[in-house]
C-alpha cells in the first residue's frame, strides 16, 4: 500500500474460479496485478473479488481492479454494496478521518464497481467459487458492513479487520476502533463468534496468516475492552483528543513490551499508518458519546 510493503494483504484462493479476497487501495492495484500475473492470471482469468469491508485500505482498489480483471463478480456486505458502486460518500468521510492529503497519498483515487457486477452478501450466505465456498459471517464492531470469511474446506477464516491489526514481524495485535461506527459490545460478540467457527488459521488483512486462534481471540477481545475503558475514563478528565490520544498512548504501550524483549524489530509507523492513536482514539470518544446520546 502507498509503495510500503506488509500493510495490506490480498489472498488468492486457486481453483476453477480463481478469487481474489481483498484487494488493497488503488495505490496497491498494480503490485496486486503484477503477483497475479506472477501467478499465472491475466485479465480474463480472475472470476471473484471478495471484500471484508469497504474501508479504503481493504476495498479502496476494487473498482481498478474490477476494470482490469472485467469478468470477475464483486462480493460485499449489502450495506457497503451501494458506496462501491457510487464511492462519492465513502471518500468524502474517509477524507473527514484521514484528511484529504494523506488520502490522497496512502490510497489514490477510488474507482466505483460497475453495479451489474456487485453482488450482495449477508449472514449465512454462501458465495460459490466453483469447487470451493466461502461462508458469509456478519461481524460488525470495527465497521457496520463488516464481515468475515469462512472457507469452507479448511475452516481458516478471512477476518479483515474483526480482530484489529496483527503484523507479522513485531507479533503484536493492536485493536483498530476508527470512526464512524466501531461498536465495542458487536466487536467482541464478533470475535468470539470468529473464535468458535475458526478450526484452523485466522488470515488477517494486516498482515496475513496466523494460527493461534484461541490466544490471538483472547488478546483481540480484552484489548477491546481495555482500550474502549481507557478512553471512557479518559473523558471524565478531558474533551481534548490530543490529550485523550496521549493518555491511550501511554497506558497501552506495555502491549509491545513483550515484543520488545524479545528484540524485534518494532516498525510502529506501519501500525500508525494503517490505523493511528488519535483515529482509534477518536472512534473511541464517538462511540462514548453516541452511547450517552442514546442514555444507555
Ligand atoms: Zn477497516
Redesign the pocket.
Known sequence: MAGRSRLTSAYLLEGSEPTLVETGPTTSVEAVTEGLRSLGLGPDDLAHIVVT?I?L??AGGVGRLSRHFSRALVWVHDRGAPHLADPRKLVASAGRVYGEEKLRSLFGPVDPVPSDRLRSVSEGDKIPLGERTLEVMYTPG??SHHIALVDASSGAVFTG?ALGIHLPDVQVLRP?TPPPDIDIELGVESIERIRARAESILLFSHFGPVREVDELCSIASSRLRKWADIVRHALDQTDDLDRITELLERATASEFDQAREAGMAIDMDRYETLSSMRMNASGLVRYWKKRAEAGR
Request: proline content about 0%; hydrophobic content about 25%; overall charge negative.
Open positions: 469491508h474501508h485500505d481493504h470495527h465497521a479487520d483498530a
